[in-house]
Nanobody, 121 residues
Framework: QVRLVESGGGLVQAGGSLRLSCAAS????????MGWYRQAPGKQRELVAT???????NYADSVKGRFTISRDNARSTVYLQMNSLKTEDTAAYYC???????????????WGQGTQVTISS
């Protein structure tokens, strides 16, 4: 099992910045893709950004140019730098990691518990 622990959420004014972190822990695993998703009240969970092990990134159109995803493979940690925040960015943000275990090649798809981001006008 791979456990993901997020941190960095909070309340900021529109135009401000926040940085989310997510650290993965477990035994003998390799993470192929790490990402951030968000879910606002009454809405479906949606992709925010993903990053591959080689650094390739993918962003939702709504956050391009404002959010930056990065990862530290040595620490199995992914970050989301969020700038120029808007009220519509308010949501619970969830970390996701997909990969496999070295022991038997079994794949995993793990989620964090979520961290709340609230943007005030």
């Amino acid at each position: 099992q791979v456990r993901l622990v997020e941190s960095g959420g909070g309340l900021v004014q529109a135009g401000g910045s926040l940085r989310l972190s997510c650290a993965a822990s477990g035994s003998a695993f390799s993470i192929a893709v790490m990402g951030w998703y968000r879910q606002a009240p009454g809405k479906q969970r949606e992709l925010v950004a993903t990053i591959g092990s080689g650094g390739s990134t993918n962003y939702a159109d709504s956050v391009k140019g404002r959010f930056t995803i990065s990862r530290d493979n040595a620490r199995s940690t992914v970050y989301l730098q969020m700038n120029s925040l808007k009220t519509e960015d308010t949501a619970a943000y969830y970390c996701n990691a997909r990969g496999f275990f070295y022991s038997d090649g079994t794949s995993f798809d793990s989620w964090g518990q979520g961290t709340q981001v609230t943007i005030s006008s």
